[in-house]
């Protein structure tokens, strides 16, 4: 059974656009929620994480949303470049055992 | 090196055949996970170390599939009499294994094709 769903699938963004991707979680024990990002070829990477007890957190351009009530959250990107194209997972999980459970991704791509 | 590392970067396999992917993890790390990444798909997870220890291996799809960890370091994924459907990316990641983190340090995969 799925525990993270994502959307959209994939996602094409004019340079200098906002790049939204948005994920939803059944699971009420989760207690950490990060993204990681992954170029073709490699293994994805830790981009940015949050844990319930914020609403939002922010990195230079990245952003996470948080909404504990709807369980959901969300990746913002602002003024997206071309070099932020990549697939982009949601991930979620519990405890202490760092078992990540990811949503099915994100493909973007940012156009010059 | 630094990094996660996985061996080999690719195999390709006739159906029927075993393979063994190997993984080794970032020194001092001592929780593993093994990943599997099918075209288009998201990553799903398979099994998770602590030390040399398995407690969680509720993802491993079949009773073809095994792995174990040996000294607290390296890894091998072993799939016996292997399928076309096992075709995909395997990605190792480690971590320090300090309460949830959740920061995974991945390699960059072995890519297996089942012909």
């Known amino acids: 059974q799925q525990q993270v769903k994502q959307s959209p699938q994939s996602l094409i963004v004019q340079k200098g656009g906002i790049s939204i991707i948005n994920c939803a979680y059944e699971?009420?024990?989760?207690?950490?929620f990060p993204w990681y990002q992954q170029f073709p070829g490699k293994g994805p990477a830790l981009l940015i994480a949050?844990?319930?007890?914020?609403s939002e957190k922010k990195e230079g351009r990245f952003t996470i949303s948080f909404n504990k009530s709807a369980k959901q959250f969300s990746l913002h990107i602002m003024d997206s470049q071309p070099g932020d194209s990549a697939t982009y997972f949601c991930?979620?999980?519990?405890?202490?055992?760092?078992?990540?459970?990811f949503g099915q991704g994100t493909t973007l791509q940012v156009k010059p | 090196g630094a990094g996660v590392s996985q061996s080999p970067s690719n195999k390709v396999t006739e159906k029927g055949k075993d393979v063994e992917l190997r993984c080794d993890p970032i020194?001092?790390?001592?929780?593993l996970y093994w990943y599997r990444q099918s075209l288009g798909q998201g990553l799903e997870f398979l099994i998770y170390?602590?030390?040399?220890?398995?407690?969680?291996k509720s993802g491993l799809p079949s009773d073809r599939f095994s792995a174990e960890r040996t000294g607290g370091s390296v890894s091998t994924l072993t799939i016996q009499r292997t399928q076309q459907e096992d075709s995909a990316v395997y990605l190792c990641?480690?971590?320090?294994?300090?309460?949830?983190?959740?920061?995974?340090?991945f390699g960059e995969g072995s890519r297996l094709t089942v012909l």
């Open positions: 949050i844990r319930p007890d914020v």
């Open positions: 020194s001092g790390h001592t929780a």
């Open positions: 699971n009420t024990a989760f207690d950490y």
């Open positions: 991930a979620a999980s519990k405890g202490n055992t760092g078992k990540l459970i």
């Open positions: 170390f602590q030390g040399n220890s398995a407690p969680d």
């Open positions: 990641a480690s971590s320090t294994g300090h309460a949830n983190t959740g920061e995974l340090f």
